[in-house]
Nanobody, 119 residues
């Protein structure tokens, strides 16, 4: 079992920045991919970003140039750095991880943290 705990959500104005962190614990030695999904009100959960143990990253098109993802394998943490935030980025952001692949089908999920972009 792997436990994921997110932190860092909150309210931010359009154009602002925010960082989300996720700490993993438990049986994490065989975890390859870590990353983030989000779910906006009335919409399906969507993939946002992935980073592998080796540091390869992917971002969904709507956040490229605004979001970056980083990982600290020694601390078992993954961070989503969000800048130039837009109201449409408002969502619950979920940390996720997977043993195999690149997070298309996560094995574990965090409980989520709310991000609200509003003036």
């Amino acid at each position: 079992q792997v436990q994921l705990v997110e932190s860092g959500g909150g309210l931010v104005q359009p154009g602002g920045s925010l960082g989300l962190s996720c700490a993993a614990s438990g049986s994490i030695s065989n975890i390859n991919a870590m990353g983030w999904y989000r779910q906006a009100p009335g919409k399906q959960r969507e993939w946002v970003a992935t980073i592998t143990r080796s540091g390869t990253t992917w971002l969904t098109n709507s956040v490229k140039g605004r979001f970056t993802i980083s990982r600290d394998n020694a601390k078992n943490t993954v961070t989503l750095h969000m800048a130039s935030l837009k109201p449409e980025d408002t969502a619950i952001y979920y940390c996720a991880c997977a043993r195999l692949g690149v997070l298309s089908v996560p094995d574990y999920w965090g409980q989520g943290t709310q991000v609200t972009v509003s003036s």
